[in-house]
């Protein structure tokens, strides 16, 4: 009995195990501005390799994911003939010379720009990006690049160089009473260095920025490394996204003057999950906390949070979860209409009051753009129940 047993199960290990084959035929069709050495590279396969003959939809996933393609042409083939592979591959290119129109409406303030973004620059899947943004009270210029395969490995680089100058406001949960108001200028720029094997990623940033505000009586200089670590196995489905990202970001920041070390950790965590095909849940939460002197805490604190909440509130340490439903109301050939409904709930403390807690609802419509893969278009109100507070956004080039 026993031996039948051990040979029923090694039958069972040799008709499943994923054995794999040489791959024999390559052919990459379709393509008018994207290399096929760019494309050897996202999938991470070329001829003579070893490869499963599971591996078609993972293959497909790759090459979602870049962003570089039209994931409504897409055709992936991959058969086997005894111990040969022949993997075949239509894509068509997406516009990925981007320029990006961004304009919000929100109490009153307004904020307008435009950037032009390359995600794949030369046909090598590089990324170029650059743009500047205005405000009532502030301007920001950006210049990044960044190649996320340094010759088809693991490991991606990237370089940046931006310039701010802001009138900074921080104000009570309510958005009322003005704590602290200050102004001040940054110019600088960083590299960016990491590793990523699906679902994992590491990513290390140094950023160094002259320091300029009206609290301190001479400039300062601060330099910033960062590391974040990641998983995220998020698995692309027509309209929305399905699966885990989470990721955990640990920075220090130090100053020749004027200022103290201070260190900040940020957890982030998302599930996405399809009920039903054009209905996506969400489930997000995200926490940080900072520590450094007060004035370091004032001027440079870790982030503001809440989209319930206006964005002159700021806290060194807080917490928030929001749950969201979005739905596809309309399917376009160009793009879709979504219905994002979410309600968050949360604590915060430090600059913009200690233990205040927040909750309520916010809903609108966004509208998507396929052959770009980004929000072309928003409105939302949000509802902040503690408070009686409405929020009203208008924006364009940025999403829900």
């Known amino acids: 009995m026993i031996k039948k047993q051990f040979f029923f199960f090694l039958l069972l290990f040799a008709v499943f195990r994923a054995e794999p084959e040489v791959l024999k035929v390559l052919e990459i069709d379709g393509l008018k501005k994207t290399r096929v050495s760019t494309v050897k590279d996202i999938i991470g396969y070329d001829l003579g390799d070893s490869i499963c003959g599971d591996k078609e939809e993972e293959i497909r996933q790759q090459l979602i994911k870049s962003g570089l393609f039209i994931n409504e042409t897409m055709e992936v083939d991959l058969t086997t003939r005894g111990d040969e592979a022949y993997l075949r591959i239509f894509l068509s290119d997406r516009v990925t010379l981007l320029p990006i129109p961004v304009f919000s409406v929100s109490q009153g303030d307004f904020s307008g720009g435009l950037f032009v973004m390359d995600r794949n620059f ?18 920001i210029f950006m210049l990044g690049y960044a190649n996320p395969s340094l010759s088809g490995s693991s490991f991606s680089l990237g370089g940046s160089l931006n310039g701010f100058s802001d009138d900074e406001v921080f104000t009570d949960a309510e958005g009322n009473i003005i704590i602290y108001q200050y102004q001040y200028q940054t110019l600088g720029g960083g590299i960016s260095a990491g590793w990523g094997r699906d679902p994992f990623k590491v990513d290390l940033r140094l950023r160094l920025y002259a320091l300029d505000t009206s609290l301190q009586e001479k400039s300062a200089l601060s330099f910033q490394p960062e590391v974040t670590v990641g998983y995220d196995s998020l698995f692309y489905d027509i309209y929305f996204n399905r699966g885990i990202k989470t990721s955990f970001t640990y920075g220090v920041k130090t100053f020749t003057s004027g200022f103290d070390l201070t260190r900040a950790g940020e957890f982030q965590f998302s599930f996405q999950h399809l009920l039903f095909p054009r209905l996506q849940l969400q489930l997000n939460s995200d926490a940080a906390i900072s520590r450094g002197d007060a004035l370091q805490s004032l001027a440079l604190q870790y982030g503001a949070c809440g989209s319930i909440l206006p964005d002159t509130v700021k806290a060194d340490r807080f917490f928030q979860s929001n749950m969201k439903l979005q739905y596809a109301l309309l399917d376009f050939e160009w793009g879709y ?50 408070t009686g507070k409405g929020l009203f956004t208008f924006s364009i080039g940025m999403g829900l």
Do not use: C, R, W
């Open 122 to 139: 030369l046909g090598a899947g590089h990324q170029l990006f650059t743009g500047a943004m205005v405000s009532e009270e502030s301007q």
């Open 337 to 386: 209409l979504a219905l994002p409904l979410s309600y968050q709930a949360g604590v915060l403390d430090g600059i913009s009051g200690n233990h205040v807690f927040f909750q309520g609802p916010s809903g609108g419509l966004a509208l998507y753009l396929k052959k770009v893969a980004i929000p072309a278009m928003a409105v939302q109100y949000a509802a902040n129940l503690e």
